[in-house]
């Protein structure tokens, strides 16, 4: 049921993200996610269909930013639907740094939820945009602390290329788990239109399991391009390993019953 409506949540989110096109910034994507575990000598793949959205929206001082996806995952002989809802509040302490914080939730079919809150702080410069979060994380595995940062670089002004670390500490019962998570990325909006291709790739080490996870999107934007977009507030997420334990977890739950 949790599912159910935190994915009418997310739906609705997307659906409504154009609708603020005229006030507000932001985007709705369509993705193929490819990620791939090693746990010990088992390994195993899924495909994951996913709908992303984020709107920015000015009010007063502030930008409230809203993200919502619904993943479709499959594997191990079975299939889950998993939702996450992400909400941030920031603002432009100067001209050119942003900081805040954000509260998200991410749930699976099971009825598990995975919550996570956040500070983030973003630094613009003239061809680039660093971004910073740290983050605590509560799901039913154990608590998850994560410190992260990204660099993206515009090449361009349609063409953004990114690259980013994260160190997770995983408590669990009996001790600790440190994990990272790295990963590049590249968006190229396709010229004279609201479009943009991108394609990403992630790896997650966490203790001795490896997730290696390659995505492509189609991505349609509205009230401004790739740049603007990151300026404004709307390219702002959650820590990746958040969806990396639920959509697993929720496909493993179900193959073993």
């Known amino acids: 049921m949790k599912t159910i409506l935190l994915a009418t949540a997310a739906a609705a989110t997307l659906i409504a993200a154009p609708a603020f096109a005229q006030d507000a910034i932001g985007s709705v994507a369509v993705s193929y996610t490819n990620p791939s575990i090693d746990a010990d000598g ?23 930013t809203l993200n919502g996806a619904v993943d479709y995952t499959k594997a191990l002989g079975t299939d889950d639907t998993s939702a996450m809802l992400a909400a941030h509040g920031t603002k432009l302490w100067t001209s050119d740094v942003r900081a805040g914080a954000f509260v998200a939730a991410n749930t699976i079919g099971t009825g598990d939820t995975v919550w996570t809150v956040g500070a983030e702080a973003q630094k613009y410069l003239a061809n680039a945009t660093l971004t910073g979060a740290v983050a605590w994380s509560d799901t039913s595995i154990g608590n998850v602390w994560t410190v992260g940062g990204d660099a993206a670089y515009y090449v361009l002004p349609n063409l953004r290329l990114n690259a980013g670390v994260s160190y997770n500490n995983v408590d669990i019962t009996g001790g600790s788990v440190d994990a990272w998570t790295y990963g590049v990325g590249a968006e190229y909006e396709i010229k004279d239109t609201p479009f943009s291709v991108g ?32 300026r404004a507030g709307a390219n702002l997420g959650v820590p990746a390993i958040t969806r990396v334990l639920t959509g697993f977890k929720g496909v493993a739950k179900n193959a073993s019953m």
């Not at 195993?44 to 709107?55: E, H, I, K, N, Q």
């Not at 790739?201 to 203790?207: K, M």
């Open 42 to 64: 088992f390994k195993a793949a899924a495909d994951v269909w996913s709908v992303d959205g984020t709107v920015a929206l000015p009010v007063q001082d502030w930008t409230v």
């Open 199 to 230: 394609a990403a790739y992630t790896r997650a080490d966490i203790d001795s399991v490896d997730v290696d996870t390659w995505s492509f999107n189609v991505r349609y934007a509205f009230g401004g391009g790739l740049q603007a977009r990151d």
